[in-house]
T-cell receptor
Framework: GAGVSQSPRYKVTKRGQDVALRCDPI?????LYWYRQALGQGPEFLTY????????KSGLPNDRFSAERPEGSISTLTIQRTEQRDSAMYRC????????????????FGPGTRLTVT | TQLLEQSPQFLSIQEGENLTVYCNSSSVFSSLQWYRQEPGEGPVLLVT?????EVKKLKRLTFQFGDARKDSSLHITAAQTGDTGLYLCAGGTGAGSYQLTFGKGTKLSVIP
């Protein structure tokens, strides 16, 4: 069975360009999460979805960042007018259950997209 | 802002030795999770603890959640070279602990 996949694995872009990062969760997983991981740091929460609904986007750094999951499966994280400080590893995770009150869900992480803004 | 401090940041030990890594916060979390991350890979969940004072054992790994649910420790007995990796703790908040706050990690090297 395939795990979480992300594409591209590496992206180099010039400052000011827009980028779209794709996450393909494990089949059947209803919740999807986006994180950003700087070098030498742990992942930092950005946003998450239950099915197609974006539940919390409080971790998005500013309005240049947006995410969507229109059909409740694949998700795209878009960064507009990229800046050098956006350079990081962007990780996606999914969990089989909907995030709701109760026991914590296990999040399965993808390999990440390494974004470099020059 | 909730922060998780992990210590030590780096640890190099001989195979067969025991070690403990720590994860501390001033905030209360609904759950505490430990992950292991290999180079080029995403973090992989090792264990989740949810009850203050809870202790879980996974073979040679023992995880403890502090009584006040603010801190945790990971103890490895008789370390093996295969234990080498980055160990991350993450505090969970929100419904189903959807929002994970990660520490910076402890980079463990086990030398044969």
């Amino acid at each position: 069975g395939a795990g979480v996949s992300q594409s591209p694995r590496y992206k180099v872009t010039k400052r000011g360009q827009d980028v779209a990062l794709r996450c393909d969760p494990i089949s059947g997983h209803v919740s999807l999460y986006w994180y950003r991981q700087a070098l030498g740091q742990g992942p930092e929460f950005l946003t998450y979805f239950n099915y197609e609904a974006q539940q919390d986007k409080s971790g998005l750094p500013n309005d240049r960042f947006s995410a969507e999951r229109p059909e409740g499966s694949i998700s795209t994280l878009t960064i507009q007018r990229t800046e050098q400080r956006d350079s990081a590893m962007y990780r996606c995770a999914s969990s089989v259950l909907e995030s709701r009150e109760g026991p914590p869900n296990e999040q399965y992480f993808g390999p990440g997209t390494r974004l470099t803004v020059t | 802002t909730q922060l998780l401090e992990q210590s030590p940041q780096f640890l190099s030990i001989q195979e067969g030795e025991n070690l403990t890594v720590y994860c501390n916060s001033s905030s209360v979390f609904s759950s505490l999770q430990w992950y292991r991350q290999e180079p080029g890979e995403g973090p992989v969940l090792l264990v989740t603890v949810v009850t203050g004072g809870e202790v879980k054992k996974l073979k040679r790994l023992t995880f403890q959640f502090g009584d006040a649910r603010k801190d945790s420790s990971l103890h490895i007995t008789a370390a093996q070279t295969g234990d080498t990796g980055l160990y991350l703790c993450a505090g969970g908040t929100g419904a189903g602990s959807y929002q994970l706050t990660f520490g910076k990690g402890t980079k463990l090297s086990v030398i044969p």
